[in-house]
């Protein structure tokens, strides 16, 4: 199939003006790194305006999970948007909603069964954290205001979803000053195959004693710790954590937003462990990566706590707060996930993963290279070029974006073997041509 491009002039001053007027995520305005651009996407495949095309080995930031231009979620979001793209929810409710919030509440762990929804990750995450603070100030206990959580993780970049990132090595050290102060665990150190010892839980098992009093909850994200370096740990450190938090009257929070639809081998990660948290955020993936939504999940113990507490409402209300064709998105991607056999497409990519990125141990400075479900990751000895990374997988044909000492991939799960072995093969090739 012949895709549309550009020609050289319009690509010209299309990257022209963007260097001057568009900021970028993670990036400068005075030193804008190359960015690429895309005419049309399709399958697993991005075009670009020069008539190239990349294999999305990334998912578009791990939400991209069916591919591009899928003609369910296309017909979905056609057919909602003739009826209205948009309405308020404050007041308001439309079957979207209901029957997103029917299949979410069928799916999560119980007694999950409350759902608040949300505009994006980060939202949801700011939501969890009101949630939960709102909850004890609901039942008398005031002084519990602080959030427990272990080092290594990433929560989003709103100020108290930054505030449980990671202190030191996470991307929002600067804010340190302005940030409320939170309790950091040393991060899991178990590998997710690790034999359990006792250690490994003593750093949490010890703040959580000491602090509990000014706890209002717990958050992690569950058995993968995602842009804070892809580190995957035993579900048994999630165990104890939830024992942990029980006893000390501590509310747990799961960051299931880049973890959440499959990604691990389980449609929720905290199913490995056979947990489940208080309190569950949920996004990426949730829409099949068509737009921006969010859901946080909480129990009737909460809720009831906080509508029947003063001020008898839970304080916070997005404009764009289940936004209909975003929910009708969210229903038709969930349901296709669900109508496909899942489970063997990420036990595919994970053999496949497996056996074509464990060659890459014997390739360099590579610290280390793991696998867990559709997630792949080559861990290098030091810090990724990421100029470089992106410009030599371009040139084969693939698209990633590394971060820090981590080359990974996470490919939509309707990925071929062949594209996939594309997709491995450039991590392969950015190993050897030393992009660091």
Avoid at 41 to 52: C, F, M
Avoid at 215 to 223: F, H, M, T
Avoid at 304 to 318: Q, T, V, W
Avoid at 338 to 357: F, H, K, N
């Amino acid at each position: 199939m012949k895709h549309a491009s550009m020609d050289t002039r319009s690509i010209e001053e299309l990257l022209a003006y963007d260097r001057e007027h568009i900021w970028h995520p993670y990036a400068s305005m005075g030193h804008q790194s190359v960015v690429y651009p895309v005419v049309s996407a399709s399958s697993v495949r991005l075009n670009l305006a020069d008539g190239r095309e990349l294999i999305d080995g990334i998912s578009s930031w791990w939400c991209a999970i069916h591919g591009y231009n899928h003609p369910a979620l296309n017909e979905a979001a056609i057919t909602q948007i003739r009826a209205m793209s948009h309405v308020m929810f404050g007041g308001l409710t439309h079957q979207p909603a209901r029957e997103l919030a029917a299949l979410l509440v069928d799916l999560a762990p119980r007694p999950l069964d409350k759902v608040f929804f949300c505009d994006c990750g980060s939202v949801s995450v700011e939501v969890a954290i009101k949630m939960a603070v709102q909850y004890w100030h609901a039942i008398g206990k005031k002084e519990k205001t602080k959030l427990i959580t272990v080092k290594s993780g990433y929560h989003g970049d709103t100020f108290l979803a930054m505030s449980v990132c990671d202190p030191v090595e996470g991307m929002h050290q600067m804010f340190q000053g302005i940030l409320p102060a939170q309790t950091f665990a040393d991060a899991p150190q178990c590998g997710f195959d690790d034999p359990w010892d006792d250690r490994y839980i003593k750093s949490f098992e010890r703040l959580i004693r000491e602090h509990h009093q000014s706890l209002a909850a717990a958050i992690l994200e569950p058995i993968v710790q995602g842009a804070g370096g892809m580190r995957f740990y035993a579900p048994e450190y999630l165990r104890r954590v939830r024992d942990l938090c029980d006893r000390y009257e501590v509310l747990l929070i799961c960051d299931e937003i880049a973890t959440g639809f499959g990604k691990t081998g389980k449609l929720f990660a905290c199913e490995h462990a056979g947990i489940s948290p208080d309190i569950m955020c949920l996004g990426k993936a949730i829409t099949g990566g068509y737009m921006s939504l969010a859901a946080t999940l909480t129990t009737e113990k909460v809720s009831d706590a906080i509508s029947n507490g003063a001020p008898g409402l839970f304080m916070h209300g997005p404009t764009f707060m289940a936004n209909p064709l975003a929910c009708a998105v969210a229903v038709a991607s969930i349901r296709l996930l669900l109508s496909m056999p899942w489970q063997d497409a990420i036990r595919r990519i994970e053999g496949q993963l497996t056996a074509e990125l464990s060659p890459c141990r014997r390739l360099g400075p590579v610290a280390d290279v793991r696998v867990l479900g559709a997630i792949g990751v080559v861990e290098l000895e030091r810090p990724v070029d990421v100029v470089k990374t992106v410009r030599l997988c371009a040139e084969q044909g693939v698209w990633l974006r590394p971060f820090g000492k981590i080359l990974y991939t996470i490919p939509p799960y309707i990925i071929s073997d062949r594209d996939l072995s594309r997709v491995t093969g450039a991590i392969h090739h950015v190993v050897k041509a030393g992009a660091f």
